[in-house]
T-cell receptor, first 114, second 112 residues
Framework: ETGVTQTPRHLVMGMTNKKSLKCEQHLGHNAMYWYKQSAKKPLELMFVYNFKEQTENNSVPSRFSPECPNSSHLFLHLHTLQPEDSALYLC?????????????FGPGTRLTVL | KNQVEQSPQSLIILEGKNCTLQCNYTVSPFSNLRWYKQDTGRGPVSLTIMTFSENTKSNGRYTATLDADTKQSSLHITASQLSDSASYICVVSLSGTYKYIFGTGTRLKVLA
């Protein structure tokens, strides 16, 4: 295991639902990331938090809302999603958001939007 | 346009054989290049990170090379094992930003 856990591992939701993805890291890191991985497409960086402050929002639609209450926890709140948002959502952490830091990924949440 | 292209898209080899995966990038300004291994149903795991000044880095049976002049990198796997079956992803980060450009990966299957 990498020290990064994500829950739930699988989620099916309707377009009108509100749900949240949770990520927790046990590595003492200060930077956390959300990525989206769609079939046959490269990983897409969504959000970056460094010392609980959001440092990157990669033009993500407002139906995705991140929250980082402390350096160990990261949430992704979902509401009124579209079927094309179905994907694997990966959380990662690193010591800091330095360009040579190794990122440790969680196992991901497989999201299906009906 | 900042892009990372990987080849081949997929590869099948026999256990014990060597193989080489390619990564070409047009990312500028360049900061560093990473190779990740992603098993099915799991998150990526970092194999190597190389900065501009490094042209080779090894991690066990995995050896990555970087030619910053031609903007090419390769990942060489020696004496492949069944557990090497996975997707291998090349990632380049831009200098001065926190942006990462991901390739679509090479899917490797090692057969007994």
């Amino acid at each position: 295991e990498t020290g990064v856990t994500q829950t739930p591992r699988h989620l099916v939701m309707g377009m009108t639902n509100k749900k949240s993805l949770k990520c927790e890291q046990h590595l003492g890191h200060n930077a956390m990331y959300w990525y989206k991985q769609s079939a046959k497409k490269p990983l897409e960086l969504m959000f970056v938090y460094n010392f609980k402050e959001q440092t990157e929002n990669n033009s993500v639609p407002s139906r995705f809302s991140p929250e980082c209450p402390n350096s160990s926890h990261l949430f992704l709140h979902l509401h009124t999603l579209q079927p094309e948002d179905s994907a694997l959502y990966l959380c990662a952490s690193s010591q800091e958001n330095l360009r040579t830091d190794t990122q440790y990924f969680g196992p991901g949440t497989r999201l299906t939007v009906l | 346009k900042n892009q990372v292209e990987q080849s081949p898209q997929s590869l099948i080899i026999l256990e014990g054989k060597n193989c080489t995966l390619q990564c070409n990038y047009t990312v500028s300004p360049f900061s560093n290049l990473r190779w990740y291994k992603q098993d099915t149903g799991r998150g990526p795991v970092s194999l190597t990170i190389m900065t501009f000044s490094e042209n080779t880095k090894s991690n066990g049976r995995y050896t990555a090379t970087l030619d910053a002049d031609t903007k090419q990198s390769s990942l060489h796997i020696t004496a492949s094992q069944l557990s090497d079956s996975a997707s291998y992803i090349c990632v380049v980060s831009l200098s001065g930003t926190y942006k990462y450009i991901f390739g679509t990966g090479t899917r490797l299957k090692v057969l007994a």
